[in-house]
């Protein structure tokens, strides 16, 4: 049990650790990132009727509450289980229980400002004081029993117990009124402030004895005495006390015996007695982030969206700085070569003997040919079509997919007009129109970039092919001459290859300084981190200069003093070579070998440069390549989704459409129109429905004339009839003045649906077989000759009522002439 303890309140703390380091990057909220956490309440056991209390939030704050009240509860669970016979269990216990007070007050002093509502009573601020007293007592005790098992002195064990009797006694006063903790924690409570009481009072007596104050040790000890009996009548149930009551009943027997027969000392009431000190060893443990041991936040890269925003614009800031102070030192070392290229440095000062290459060409030659020559240019130029032909290719297949959904659009908008209702494609692809567009004109900035490069590498492929070929033909392609042979040793050219020395030294420095500066690297997130968590708020422009000044102020030094030492010694180097060459012999062979030999050195800075071009141009589009396929990706999305939408659409549009009638009116036959009594009333613009028929009823015949008034003989007869026919009324009444009278045969008419012709074939109307010499006045409803044919319901009509006729008791009626 204590093992399993172990692990939840491990995995517990590593939980509210992770929750801590969430809570300042995402926005948990209602309105924004809205999770909510339910937890019930941990002291409400329910009813029969309902179940316990609970409550759920959608607040980071409550979850931390409640599990943080849950690493409490475990920590309490797991001091409670341990061994206290020994040493270790002893300390654990006491180490875990004022974790758990630590837990419960850092709730009691967070948990309203946490939740902004009233909390369940398990988490409230009173129960959670209450059980952070509890469980300061407990750690109290434990240490008086350590005290008791170590046989520490009497004092300062009495001064232990009566300090742990108070913390009962703090927390019992603190739920006796309030219905907060489970009623049995208050006889616990209560018989835990009596004990821990009567073994300070015993430990006290013990003191007393041995300062010969025998009277106070009997008061003492019946004070004990008095405290155990409490305990052992009235919370006998909850703890058992019999062997610290013999304990103190004999000692309290031995006592009075000594003071009966030798000290006759005098007992002092109990309000006599000095009171005894305290001495707390505990304290509430303070919750102090992370909980667990090796917590490693799953989230570490993720910020809040301020700091987030503040990095990006430091990484910047940063970005422009470092690529501004490398492109300054780029600059100046092209500048360098350039001026050395035309003054045919080093190779001027090196050509002393006039037929052989200089050291420094060949220098040129050999770092061409192992960079693959001539023909890693050509692969590289190859490339460069292909590479952007396929970016072309992504990007107009994207924009077709925009053009095919938005002409769709077009012709459905125009088919269907004000029913399209949906937001029209040109509007919504604007800003994917823009964002092609965008990759348009940079791929086109990219095609013009390229040819200036392909035109470059034309001018001077010749001369780099020539680098390329072995020492013997390069040889033999320059010009021989001895331009300065009679400079060997003079002090111009030792001056000049001084300089060129140092300038040399100035660019591995460059190259070591360019490297220093891109490897570089700071998170500022914690320096945001702390500023938004102590201010609220992010300067990011102050805290980013400073930084930058901080991290990078000594590498920007450093460029503007080779940048300037750079210019001295150009300066130097000029001054020199116009010395060098006022003393060298010049002819036509020395100046066409000179020629060459600068063109040598052009075509070995103008290879470098075309290969880094070349390899950045290569790099540059794989990956806009990767880019555009996203872009594609996002078009494909948002059209596959305006699919959708047209054919939701386009189903609502039919169904609505199918449902509208085919026709504003249909007419219907005259004898439908005309009332059963005659009268014509006046035309409606609403077509009447038919009336509907129903299972087992035939076509009634027309309303037949009220009948004569029958004389008493006749009434006579009415009393022979049959007893299941109905009798016949006295006479008809007459019709009001002024209304017309009621037809009885008409059939009601209906308010709702289409309506149904009632000719013959039609499956509304009731077929009637028709024997000859039929007389429609000759039959009532009730003694028809025949039984009528079944008609069946049309489905989805609602039976009516018949219409109601007078019966009459004779098995045929009389003719009556209409007049």
Known sequence: MAVCSFSFLFFFCRYYDQLCSIEPKFPFSENQVCVTFTWKDAFDKGSLFGGSAKLALASLGYEKTCVLFNCGALASQIAAEQNLENDEGLKAAAKHYQFASGAFQHIKDTVLSALNREPTVDISPDTVGTLSLIMLAQAQEVFFLKATRDKMKDGIIAKLANQAADYYGDAYKQCQYKDTLPKEVFPVLAAKHCIMQANAEYHQSILAKQQKKFGEEIGRLQHAADLVKTVASRYDEYINVKDLVDKINRALAAAKKDNDFIYHDRVPDLKDLESIGKASLVKSTPVVVP????????????VPLQVQQSVSVYNQRK?????????????????????????????????????????????????????????????????????????????DESLRL????????????????????????????????????????????AMQADGQVKERYQTHRDTIALLCKPEAELNAAIPSANPAKTLQGNEVVNVLRTLLTSLDEVKKEREQLENDLKSVNFDMTSKFLAALAQDGAINEEAISVTELDRIYGSYT???????????????????????????????????????????????????????????EGTKFYNELTEILLKFQNKCSDIIFARKTERDELLKDLQQSIAREPSAPSIPLPTYQTTPAAGNKPAASPTPTPAPRTMVGTKPQPPARPPPPVISAASSSSSALAPSGSAAAPAAAPAPTPGA?????????????????????????????????????YMYGQYNLPYAPSPVYQTPGQPPYP??????????????????
């Not at 002409?407 to 919504?428: C, G, H, I, V, Y």
């Not at 018949?802 to 007049?819: A, K, R, S």
């Open 802 to 819: 018949p219409p109601q006729q007078p019966g009459y008791p004779f098995p045929q009626q009389p003719y009556y002439h209409q007049q």
């Open 319 to 395: 970005a422009d700085l470092v690529n501004r102070s490398i492109a300054q030192m780029r600059e100046a070392t092209n500048l360098a070569n350039g001026v050395l290229a035309s003054l045919n440095l080093p190779a001027a000062i090196e050509d002393v003997s006039g037929d052989t290459v200089p050291q420094s060409i060949l220098n040129k030659s050999k770092s061409v040919i192992e960079q693959g020559g001539i023909q890693t240019v050509d692969q590289l130029i190859k490339d460069l079509p292909e590479l952007l032909q396929r970016n072309k290719e992504i990007l």
């Open 291 to 302: 909980l667990s041991q090796k917590f490693t936040d799953l989230f570490e890269k993720m």
């Open 740 to 776: 017309s009278a009621p037809a009885a045969s008409t059939a009601p008419s209906q308010a709702q649906g289409p309506p149904y012709p009632t000719y013959p074939g039609y499956p509304g109307y009731c077929q009637m077989p028709m024997p000859m010499g039929y007389n429609p």
């Open 557 to 615: 030094q450093k460029v503007q003093e080779s940048l300037k030492k750079q210019e001295e010694l150009l300066k130097n180097i000029q001054n020199a070579y116009q010395d060098f060459s006022k003393m060298k012999q010049s002819n036509n062979e020395s100046n066409l070998r000179e020629e060459v030999l600068k063109n040598l050195a052009v075509a070995n800075d103008n290879f470098v440069e075309l290969v880094a071009n070349l390899k």
């Open 402 to 445: 925009l053009d095919e959904e938005e002409a769709t659009d077009n012709d459905l908008r125009t088919k269907f007009k004000e029913r399209w209702q949906r937001t029209p494609s040109n509007e919504l692809y604007k800003p994917l129109r823009a964002e092609g567009a965008n990759y348009h004109n940079i791929l086109n900035k």
